[in-house]
């Protein structure tokens, strides 16, 4: 059974509003009822960062086409990829009357050849690229961290207060459990993602009986979000 508002959106009746989008500068609105709750980050290739690649790319591609593809590269692991690189995997390999071997698995994150080449031959590809990415969340994206909370308006507030916290501090300070409040902040002061470009989904429920435990149980479990697991 669903209820219908004036809005004409229903919402199941063991909600109490449908879910709603926040971003950065609108933290404070949050709904003050228990819920879960998505952030994601929304890539951002700026419009001087744009022009200045494309410019570049028109003037040097016909002289040297290896530094043409290492611009492409460096313009897309700087503005887009490095943002979702992942950590390193600690790795301990051993079996039954085998030697044990263990060390640091990184995360080998390729750029495609052919997504080069074709930038390269036509740099203004990237002006599509750019506008697609800077639409492409949620529609697109996985989210960087999921959680659930008695009352979202206070958590949402404690994750920025943490955010903008370890932006100023985080080299200075250990990093904190990764599957804390403190350890998300930690990554996104890490990876220099800029917090007006997070945007954050609330659900509400309509009390605090642990659906929302539940929720966020089997969201963590399906939707493996980038910076915090469960």
């Known amino acids: 059974m669903a209820l219908v508002p004036s809005n004409g959106i229903a919402?199941?009746?063991?909600?109490?509003?449908?879910?709603?989008?926040?971003?950065?500068?609108?933290?404070?609105?949050?709904?003050?009822?228990?819920?879960?709750?998505?952030?994601?980050?929304?890539?951002?290739?700026?419009?001087?960062?744009?022009?200045?690649?494309?410019?570049?790319?028109?003037?040097?591609?016909?002289?040297?086409?290896?530094?043409?593809?290492a611009l492409v590269r460096e313009t897309l692991d700087n503005r887009v990829f490095r943002h979702f690189r992942e950590d390193p995997y600690h790795a301990v390999i051993e079996g039954p009357l085998k030697p044990?071997?263990?060390?640091?698995?990184?995360?080998?994150?390729?750029?495609?050849?052919?997504?080069?080449?074709?930038?390269?031959?036509?740099?203004?590809?990237?002006?599509?690229?750019?506008?697609?990415?800077?639409?492409?969340?949620?529609?697109?994206?996985?989210?960087?961290?999921?959680?659930m909370a008695t009352q979202l308006r206070t958590r949402l507030a404690t994750h920025k207060s943490l955010i903008e916290r370890y932006r100023r501090l985080h080299r200075q300070e250990a990093e904190p459990a990764r599957n804390t409040d403190a350890g998300f902040a930690w990554q996104i002061a890490k990876r220099k993602i800029p917090p007006d470009r997070l945007i954050v989904f609330t659900c509400t429920t309509a009390a605090d009986d642990k659906t929302a435990v539940d929720i966020e149980n089997i969201l963590n479990r399906i939707y493996y979000p980038i910076l915090g697991r469960n």
């Open 11 to 69: 919402v199941p009746r063991d909600m109490t509003d449908p879910i709603k989008k926040h971003v950065w500068a609108d933290i404070v609105n949050a709904p003050a009822l228990p819920g879960v709750y998505a952030w994601y980050y929304s890539p951002e290739i700026t419009d001087y960062d744009l022009e200045q690649t494309i410019v570049r790319l028109k003037e040097c591609r016909e002289l040297d086409r290896s530094a043409a593809e």
């Open 100 to 147: 044990t071997y263990t060390g640091t698995l990184e995360h080998n994150f390729r750029v495609s050849g052919g997504l080069v080449q074709r930038i390269v031959d036509d740099p203004d590809r990237l002006r599509t690229i750019r506008n697609v990415l800077d639409m492409s969340a949620p529609m697109f994206a996985s989210p960087l961290y999921m959680g």
